[in-house]
């Protein structure tokens, strides 16, 4: 049962254009949703977050916008550009048996084109 | 930032024998920490969170015996793979929680078991 679902396993866009990357979940508890970047062979790396009492966050080209009636978030990076090229995870975070947990999707890879 | 060292970086094991990965938290301490795995184009799967100074908690299907958790001191906590076997191969990546920076992950560790 995948809690945290992305849908798309790849995008291309081309440089200087809008990525648009989509998340979709199911847990009603996740109060906090947060998007990594990662490179082969890497950890993830933070790049943004979102309570669930907020519906946007914006930091520079990254903004995460949140539809909590849909269980649907995005990440929107604008413009892309070529060094954003890497695997997208998008994590939500809730409570559970007293500890908190972090689920994963199973990652979008961007390639941003020249 | 909070950062996260995690060695090796990448180990080639014979079948049979036993791995062990260190994930150290370099300048925050951290009582909770966190071992996921990853299989190639998959989400990272939570196996256990570890705590400091008590037993590890793992997800289902993790088997405790195999994936050997040791939390001993605020900023290290270690995951032994026990008579590893080629089905245990795979990227295995920790990550602790700062609280002013979220979930800071190390770099991986990608196991090989021959």
């Known amino acids: 049962d995948q809690q945290v679902k992305q849908n798309s396993p790849s995008l291309s866009v081309q440089e200087g254009r809008i990525s648009i990357l989509n998340c979709d979940y199911t847990?009603?508890?996740?109060?906090?949703f947060l998007w990594y970047k990662k490179y082969p062979a890497e950890g993830p790396t933070f790049l943004i977050s979102?309570?669930?009492?907020?519906d946007k966050n914006e930091d520079g080209r990254f903004t995460v916008f949140l539809n909590k009636s849909a269980k649907h978030l995005s990440l929107h990076i604008v413009p892309s550009q070529p060094g954003d090229s890497a695997v997208y995870f998008c994590?939500?975070?809730?409570?559970?048996?007293?500890?908190?947990?972090?689920?994963f999707g199973k990652g979008t890879k961007l390639t941003v084109n020249p | 930032g909070a950062v996260v060292s995690q060695h090796p970086s990448w180990v080639i094991c014979k079948s049979g024998t036993s791995v062990k990965i260190e994930c150290r938290s370099l300048d925050f301490q951290a009582t909770t920490m966190f071992w996921y795995r990853q299989f190639p184009k998959q989400s990272l799967m939570l196996m256990a969170t570890?705590?400091?100074?008590?037993?590890?908690?793992?997800e289902q299907g993790v088997e405790k015996d195999k994936f050997l958790i040791n939390h001993a001191s605020l900023t290290l906590s270690t995951l032994t793979v026990t008579s590893a076997h080629p089905e245990d191969s795979s990227f295995y990546i920790c990550?602790?929680?700062?609280?002013?920076?979220?979930?800071?992950f190390g770099s991986g560790t990608r196991l090989t078991v021959v």
């Open positions: 570890s705590n400091e100074g008590s037993k590890a908690t793992y």
């Open positions: 990550s602790a929680k700062d609280g002013s920076y979220g979930y800071t």
């Open positions: 979102i309570s669930s009492i907020k």
């Open positions: 994590a939500a975070s809730a409570l559970e048996g007293g500890s908190e947990k972090l689920v």
């Open positions: 847990n009603s508890m996740f109060d906090y």
